[in-house]
């Protein structure tokens, strides 16, 4: 059953990048500089890219039960809140200091990324 939770948060994930997208380029695109609407936009495709990769997390789980792919799912799930999160709130919120929290999310993609590998060399 733990397949369906990583798919099930992967596909919540997606909606909201989706929902963030177009917010960004509908709702702020005329109140935002275009460097910070770029930041925005690298938010939402990050967090795109990881909610597929979380799907692929619960469809390998199927196959593949073992730690390394739960620290995969972790690690995408809390990379994205890290990551995108924290590039949403500094764009709408213009503190600066929320950049700092941003290479934390990176460093939880590339563990999730490593652990999706041996997941899948294990099997």
């Avoid at 909201?16 to 005329?30: D, I, K, N, P």
């Avoid at 925005?40 to 619960?58: D, K, P, W």
């Avoid at 994205?80 to 290479?103: D, E, Q």
Wanted: hydrophobic fraction near 60%; include cysteine; proline fraction near 2%.
């Amino acid at each position: 059953m733990e397949w369906t939770i990583w798919v099930a948060i992967g596909a919540i994930s997606a909606a909201l990048s989706v929902a963030c997208g177009a917010f960004g380029a509908h709702a702020l695109r005329a109140n935002l500089t275009p460097e910070n609407l770029a930041v925005f936009e690298t938010a939402a495709r990050y967090q795109m890219y990881h909610a597929l990769a979380l799907i692929a997390v619960g469809l390998l789980s199927v196959k593949v039960d073992s730690v390394a792919v739960r620290i995969a799912g972790i690690a995408f799930t809390s990379g994205s809140v890290l990551f995108s999160g924290s590039l949403y709130a500094l764009v709408l919120s213009n503190i600066r200091a929320l950049g700092m929290i941003t290479p934390i999310g990176g460093l939880g993609f590339i563990v999730g990324w490593c652990a999706l590998a041996v997941a899948a060399l294990k099997h």
